[in-house]
């Protein structure tokens, strides 16, 4: 398998809300993973390939709201669904957030060892 991915994937537990694109109705998430470009989340109703998703949340003390157009949907076991969706509008998260998050996180997890 071939990974065309611009940026790695980072775990992420972010809660989300989001809606979809001609609906009023709104939806709480969980993000499963995310990049600079965009990220994967938990649904538990389908969301059709090429929506487009109004969504909101908060990472690393960063707050994210704009639309995200529905990349990929699979159904996991538990039949909820994973659904990859990419930023498309502008700003999108910067592309050294993750790696800066992820610096620190480790570092309080050193610090936290040593101690």
Request: proline share 4%; aromatic share 12%.
């Amino acid at each position: 398998m071939v990974n065309r991915r611009k940026f790695i994937r980072i775990p992420n537990s972010s809660e989300m809300k989001y809606e979809i694109s001609g609906s009023s109705r709104s939806y709480s998430s969980v993000i499963h993973n995310i990049s600079p470009e965009g990220a994967c989340f938990i649904a538990h109703d389908f969301i059709p390939v090429g929506s487009i998703l109004s969504l909101s949340f908060s990472y690393d003390k960063y707050f994210y709201g704009g639309f995200a157009k529905v990349i990929w949907i699979g159904q996991d076991a538990n039949s909820k669904y994973k659904v990859g969706v990419k930023f498309i509008n502008e700003p999108k998260l910067p592309d050294n957030l993750i790696g800066l998050a992820e610096i620190r996180r480790l570092k309080e997890a050193l610090k936290a060892v040593k101690s």
